[in-house]
Antibody
Framework: EVQLVQSGAEVKKPGESLKISCKGSGYSFTSYWIGWVRQMPGKGLEWMGIIYPGDSDTRYSPSFQGQVTISADKSISTAYLQWSSLKASDTAMYYC????????????????WGQGTLVTVSS | DIQMTQSPSSLSASVGDRVTITCRASQSISSYLNWYQQKPGKAPKLLIYAASSLQSGVPSRFSGSGSGTDFTLTISSLQPEDFATYYCQQSYSTLRYTFGQGTKLEIK
């Protein structure tokens, strides 16, 4: 079974750093892009960025460029999303998802999704 | 970025109703359009990919159509478990896959 399992909920203070994870299993982790999506409380889905674990090629949405860092460790089939200095506005649920579709040409889709990691930033 | 606009933002319907949700792209995206269902407290679930292909395991009452800039998701006969929020997503823009704002489907 193809599965993405994310790390548990986090409660942090403004200014602290954080790294959350997304572990893939049941498939070749290095062969599929992994995307990250933010969902603020009561709001919709926002595309953050994507990484190819095979060579760590990473692309960011302009809204998130410079705000977060996406990385991956292919030796343990895990992708990461990290912040160097959290803000209260980073409070949200964060999802990872695997990109499906052709290797070089679309269309593409996202399935499966991780269960989500809730990040709460409060003083 | 390509902007995706869904309508309506919310919708009230009854069990057994036929429901249609629309998604419009700010530029042509061919058939590079996906639909997801999200229930409260759960991760999104892929329903339709490439505009009209039904994801494995998804009931056949769900269908998608469209190409270019205008797309629709149709539920032919609403079931109680279909009350959720639905999102469209374009996969045309290279590695920048924006979502619509969502349509909340509620029980009338």
């Amino acid at each position: 079974e193809v599965q993405l399992v994310q790390s548990g909920a986090e409660v942090k203070k403004p200014g602290e750093s954080l790294k959350i994870s997304c572990k893939g299993s049941g498939y070749s982790f290095t062969s599929y892009w992994i995307g990250w999506v933010r969902q603020m409380p009561g709001k919709g889905l926002e595309w953050m960025g994507i990484i190819y674990p095979g060579d760590s090629d990473t692309r960011y949405s302009p809204s998130f460029q410079g705000q977060v860092t996406i990385s991956a460790d292919k030796s343990i089939s895990t992708a990461y999303l990290q912040w160097s200095s959290l803000k209260a506005s980073d409070t949200a649920m964060y999802y990872c998802a695997r990109r499906g579709g052709g290797s070089t040409q679309g269309p593409y889709w996202f399935d499966p999704w991780g269960q989500g990691t809730l990040v709460t930033v409060s003083s | 970025d390509i902007q995706m606009t869904q309508s309506p933002s919310s919708l009230s319907a009854s069990v057994g109703d036929r429901v249609t949700i629309t998604c419009r792209a700010s530029q042509s995206i061919s058939s590079y359009l996906n639909w997801y269902q999200q229930k409260p407290g759960k991760a999104p679930k892929l329903l339709i990919y490439a505009a009209s292909s039904l994801q494995s395991g998804v009931p056949s009452r769900f269908s998608g159509s469209g190409s270019g800039t205008d797309f629709t998701l149709t539920i032919s006969s609403l079931q109680p478990e279909d009350f959720a929020t639905y999102y469209c997503q374009q996969s045309y823009s290279t590695l920048r896959y924006t979502f619509g704002q969502g349509t909340k489907l509620e029980i009338k």
